[in-house]
């Protein structure tokens, strides 16, 4: 009889293991790529934390984050783009300009439900040498491309 009422509760347990434990199988990390060479700069990390997505941009080496701009959306379509399908980055609802420039910097998004579209992108400086910057993007784990004739990615969560 005791065992019954064990095994009764085990599921609403583990359901309330997953719920408060943060992170839990819900990571996605991927690539910030750097130029058209998609040289890799550092990562865009996809974390649910509460109801909100958390999601970080960090560098490594000397790379710098000088800008970045987000958008995540239910629809690929709802990510501001031109008529011929290139990203509208000014448009991005989530935008930084770090001065100072810093390594690591999250962006808090309400979760929402069904898949999200997420344009993850970044200005990054090099501080090895003279010194140069260039556009980055979060290349997800298949780097799908705009239609337009960018280079520019985005990523499903």
Known sequence: M????????????????IMITPGLACELQTELWAGRDHNPVGTVTVDIVGDHLHITYRTT???????????????FEDIPQTNKGNP?????????DH????????????????????AAHAVVYCDCGEGFSETAWGQGPTHQEFPGNSWALYFTY
């Not at 065992?3 to 293991?17: G, T, Y």
């Not at 080496?61 to 629809?75: F, H, I, K, M, P």
């Not at 509208?88 to 930084?96: A, E, L, S």
């Open 61 to 75: 080496g000397c790379w710098y984050l000088a800008e970045t701009n987000l958008a995540v959306t239910n629809s």
């Open 2 to 17: 005791q065992l019954k009422r064990i095994l009764i509760f085990l599921p609403a347990l583990a359901l309330i293991a």
């Open 99 to 118: 001065d100072p420039m810093v390594t690591e910097f999250t962006y808090e998004v309400p979760l929402g439900s069904g898949t999200h579209y997420i």
């Open 88 to 96: 509208k980055v000014g448009q991005f609802p989530y935008k930084t």
